[in-house]
């Protein structure tokens, strides 16, 4: 399993970075692309951005120039820098493999845009 942190409560335009370890799931981090997700009320949960284990990353429409993935393979921790957030950037984010595993699916950090 992984575990997420780093959500909260921001203005629309403003900022957050999430967290993503990989405590329980070393093997899963470590040879497999790894994804953000996200679940929207009512939504089906989506693909934000992912990361191959060489760096190489894949952005969804609505996340191109405004987010970044980035992982450090040493410490077995995956983030996503998230600016100009959007109100409709709410939603529980969830790390997991790309393609996901239910296995591995967290509690997931809650992200509210909103003045």
């Known amino acids: 399993q992984f575990v997420e942190s780093g959500g909260g409560l921001v203005q629309p335009g403003g900022s957050l970075r999430l967290s993503c370890a990989a405590s329980g799931s070393i093997f899963v981090f470590s040879t497999y692309t790894m994804g953000w997700y996200r679940q929207a009320p009512g939504k089906q949960r989506e693909l934000v951005a992912s990361i191959t284990s060489g760096g190489y990353t894949k952005y969804a429409e609505s996340a191109k120039g405004r987010f970044t993935i980035s992982r450090h393979n040493a410490n077995y921790t995956m983030y996503l820098q998230m600016n100009i957030l959007k109100p409709e950037d709410t939603a529980v984010y969830y790390c997991?493999?790309?393609?996901?595993?239910?296995?591995?699916w967290g509690q997931g950090t809650q992200v509210t845009v909103s003045s």
């Open positions: 997991n493999a790309d393609p996901p595993s239910s296995l591995y």
